[in-house]
Structures are given as C-alpha cells and as structure tokens.
C-alpha cells in the first residue's frame, strides 16, 4: 500500500511538470525532420505497479542507459544512395538499477555493455543493424512528410522490444501510434516542439514476433505519452509513457503493469581540450585529425593475410572498409600509445597491452601505463569512458570476444583502483573482429592487441 500511494504522488508530480511550459509561438506552419549531431546518452527508466494473476505484487523499478556514438555511413556506398541522408549510431547500453527483488538493488560500478547499431532517418524511423533489444523504443517518433500546424493529427507505425519477465528473450511489438502537434514551447531554456501519442498493444494470433518470448501468446493494454522533440535537431529529449497493459503467457498466467515509462535523453558535458590534449600528448601520439566530417570510418584497416582473411578487408559495423583518417601509427614512441579523433571522442589506444596467456591477468610491466592513464582521466571527472578490448588473432576464435571484454573490464578496475570513477566506465569486448595490421607478423599482432578508451563526447 505504502508504494501504492507513493508511486500515485509521483506520478501527479511528473505529470503537473510535464504538462507545464508556457506555448511560446503557435507557428502557422512546422516541418518536423530528425537530424541529431552527435553522440548522446539514452536515459529509460521504468516504474510500474506489478500485478499477477490480478494480485499486486509489487513496485517495479528498473533503469537502463546507455552511450549513443553517431558512426559513419558504410563507405562503399554510392555518392547518391539515399542512405547517406541517415544518422548511423553505435550504441552501448546498460542496466544501471536492475528490477528491484525485496528492496535490494544491484550494485553499481563497472557497466559491461550491451551493443546496439542502427540508424535513423530524416523522418525518424530506425532501421536496427545489430538487434539485442535495445533501444526498447524504435522510430518513436516517427514526423510526416507534411508541414504541421496545432492541432494536426498524423499516424505512423513504430516498434517496441519488451522482455516483461526479465527473461533476457526479447519480443519486438509493432504498435500504430496517433501523434498530434500540440505546438511550440521553451523547455529548459530551449525552444521545443511537444507532441501528443497514444496507440494500444495489440500483439498475438497473426501478430507475433517469431524470434522473441515464445511463451508470450498476447498483450493488450493502452499507452498515452507525450514527447519533446528539440526544435533544432528533432531529437526527443523528453517522452512520458503512461501505461496500462496485460500480458498473458502459455501457461495461462497473466502480467499486469501499470504506471510510466520515461525517456530521457542527455547530452554529455564538453571537454576541456585545452586541458586534455596537453596531457594526452605527454603520454601518447597525438594525431588528431578530425574524423567526424570524414564519410569514411576513423580506422585505417590493413589487409589480414591470414590464410583464413587473406585478400580480405575489414567487415566492421558499418560495412567493408580499407581507409579512415586516423593512421595506423605501430612506432614504440611514448609508450606505444595512440591518441586518435574520431566520431564518438578523443581514443587513446594503448597497443600491445600485455596480459598473461589467455588470461584477463595484467603484468605488472603494465602498471605505470595504468597510472599515466589514470591520471589524464581524472582530469575530466564528469566524463563517460568507453573500454574497448581487442585481442590478435589466434587459431580457436571461440574465447576471442568473451576474452577482450574480460580484459577491458580488468583495465578499467585497475584504472578505478587508481582513482577514476568506476560508474563512469562503459567496457566492450571486439575480439579479433576489429584488425588494424595483418595477424602473420608479431609486430601485427602487438598492434591488434590493445584496449582502447574513448572520452566520450
């Protein structure tokens, strides 16, 4: 009863500052198009009253976040495909508070990511590349082809992924959402364009989603939200969920949630780089041409002669590529450590970071690397940092990924052990996906094996 009647006062708050905002131009006529600039971190948090079977049985309180880097579009293609107009993101997401289970909540430190890729277009639909669940909405809002004025009304179709039991099986649900244009306003001191949304579940029968939960059999309910979209960019900065809906599995049990779903979307702080540059340099090669106006991918890939990669080009995220503006700089000078731009951030690359074999176990010839790291970090103390583990190419590729993220997580406690914050640290393992020199050589393979941390920006 007591979270009952707290959720209920939440909820009257967030809706009296939701709806609050004086309109502050009712333009005649409005194009809404989606053109985000830069990277950005996605913001859900959750808070549903549960109830099974129609017994209460609980406050459900989970968050998720995440760091959303812009990519470049793939560089084969051709100067006038039309995806070249779509904003190309890589997207870490974590579980910052998982569901609460009597009144603990899970520990924070270090965030082993989940990896997302996808893009969006100039109307706002998302296209998913790389499909883990996350984002859990997609092409939300979607905006018309016509300019708007107050008051017009449009429909579009959208896609939620929602995993109602924690399962860790996610079932992507198609929903056909009514937006109305309420008009222009200033929200946090920027001007704001708000919308109006309202769809009802609908999924089962013909409807289903035959990679997600297939215990899952229906969901009904309905959803009212009400979006801030930057007039700027077209970016939501703000959506307010209210839901109400049922789900009903195979075995006959029924999942009732009903509460908010809020999302929010934050910009991270810019970074002094008068201050980090200086200090980057006295531990590492600078080279930082600018890689986010570059179409291509800010790594350069060397050709793995490997018998099984021989003639290849690298297959990253983005497509097939063999050129960036970032060198490939294998010189031992200042460390063997390489500080690069690219679209997400300043990258310093440490090479040839030595573990034991087949271990996440640093040596201790690592440790004065780590302090100098660690020092150039906690001069930007309000930043996100994303650890990304490499490992060269070796015969079994079975342990390669699970491997790198376990060495970039040990990275980033070693560098928290040294005073950086824990809870600013996003890891990522890449395995042997990601070469920057041929596997056949041991200076290639130095070069490949590395960890790399991006300042996120």
């Known amino acids: 009863m007591f979270y009952m009647?707290?959720?209920?006062?939440?909820?009257?708050?967030?809706?009296?500052?939701?709806?609050?905002?004086?309109?502050?131009?009712q333009t005649s006529q409005v194009h809404l198009t989606y053109h985000g600039k830069g990277g950005y971190s996605l913001v859900e948090r959750t808070n549903l009253l549960r109830y099974v079977n129609g017994?209460?049985?609980?406050?459900?309180?989970?968050?998720?976040?995440?760091f959303i880097s812009p990519e470049a579009c793939p560089a084969d293609l051709l100067p006038d495909d039309p995806l070249r107009k779509e904003r190309w993101y890589d997207g870490s997401f974590y579980v910052l508070e998982a569901t609460k289970r009597n009144g603990a909540n899970a520990a924070q430190g270090i965030h082993d990511s989940i990896p997302s890729e996808f893009r969006i277009s100039q109307e706002g639909r998302v296209t998913m590349i790389e499909d883990r669940g996350y984002p859990s909405f997609r092409s939300f809002p979607t905006f018309p082809e016509e300019s708007l004025k107050p008051g017009?009304?449009?429909?579009?179709?959208?896609?939620?992924?929602?995993?109602?039991?924690?399962?860790?099986?996610?079932?992507?649900?198609?929903?056909?959402?009514?937006?109305?244009?309420?008009?222009?306003?200033?929200?946090?001191?920027?001007?704001?364009?708000?919308?109006?949304?309202?769809?009802?579940?609908?999924?089962?029968?013909?409807?289903?989603?035959?990679?997600?939960?297939?215990?899952?059999v229906r969901a009904q309910g309905g959803h009212k939200a009400e979006i801030i979209v930057l007039k700027?960019?077209?970016?939501?900065?703000?959506?307010?969920?209210?839901?109400?809906?049922?789900?009903?599995?195979s075995d006959k049990s029924q999942v009732r949630f009903k509460g908010t779903i809020s999302l929010?979307?934050?910009?991270?702080?810019?970074?002094?780089?008068?201050?980090?540059?200086?200090?980057?340099?006295?531990?590492?090669?600078?080279?930082?041409?600018?890689?986010?106006?570059?179409?291509?991918?800010?790594?350069?890939?060397?050709p793995d002669t490997t018998p099984e990669k021989a003639g290849g080009t690298f297959e990253g995220k983005s497509g097939s590529s063999s050129g960036g503006k970032s060198a490939v700089i294998s010189s031992a000078k200042k460390k063997n450590m390489v500080v690069e731009e690219t679209p997400a951030g300043l990258r310093l690359s440490v090479r040839d970071i030595r573990f034991k074999p087949d271990s996440d176990e640093i040596l201790s010839s690592e440790?004065?690397?780590?302090?100098?790291?660690?020092?150039?970090?906690?001069?930007?103390?309000?930043?996100?940092?994303?650890?990304?583990?490499?490992?060269?190419?070796?015969?079994?590729?079975?342990?390669?990924?699970?491997?790198?993220?376990?060495?970039?997580?040990?990275?980033?406690?070693?560098?928290?052990?040294?005073?950086?914050?824990?809870?600013?640290?996003?890891?990522?393992?890449?395995?042997?996906?990601?070469?920057?020199?041929?596997?056949?050589?041991e200076e290639g393979r130095a070069i490949n094996r590395r960890v790399e941390i991006t300042i996120l920006e």
């Open 55 to 66: 017994k209460y049985t609980g406050l459900t309180s989970r968050e998720v976040r995440s």
């Open 367 to 441: 440790y004065q690397r780590l302090d100098e790291i660690a020092s150039v970090l906690k001069l930007v103390p309000n930043s996100q940092f994303l650890v990304e583990g490499h490992t060269a190419r070796a015969g079994d590729r079975t342990n390669e990924k699970p491997l790198s993220q376990k060495r970039a997580r040990k990275v980033s406690e070693e560098l928290a052990k040294r005073g950086v914050s824990q809870a600013s640290f996003i890891v990522r393992g890449w395995g042997s996906d990601r070469p920057l020199a041929a596997n056949d050589t």
């Open 264 to 302: 929010f979307t934050e910009f991270p702080p810019a970074v002094e780089r008068e201050k980090i540059i200086p200090a980057l340099n006295r531990i590492a090669m600078v080279n930082t041409a600018s890689a986010k106006e570059s179409s291509a991918l800010s790594y350069t890939i060397v």
């Open 152 to 216: 017009d009304e449009w429909s579009a179709f959208a896609e939620r992924s929602v995993d109602p039991l924690n399962k860790g099986i996610f079932t992507r649900m198609e929903m056909l959402v009514l937006y109305t244009f309420a008009g222009e306003e200033i929200y946090h001191e920027k001007e704001v364009y708000r919308l109006h949304a309202s769809w009802q579940t609908s999924y089962g029968g013909s409807h289903i989603d035959p990679s997600g939960d297939m215990d899952l």
């Open 232 to 249: 700027e960019t077209g970016e939501a900065i703000l959506v307010q969920d209210q839901v109400d809906e049922t789900f009903v599995f």
């Open 5 to 25: 009647k707290t959720f209920s006062v939440i909820l009257l708050l967030a809706a009296s500052l939701l709806f609050a905002g004086p309109v502050f131009g």
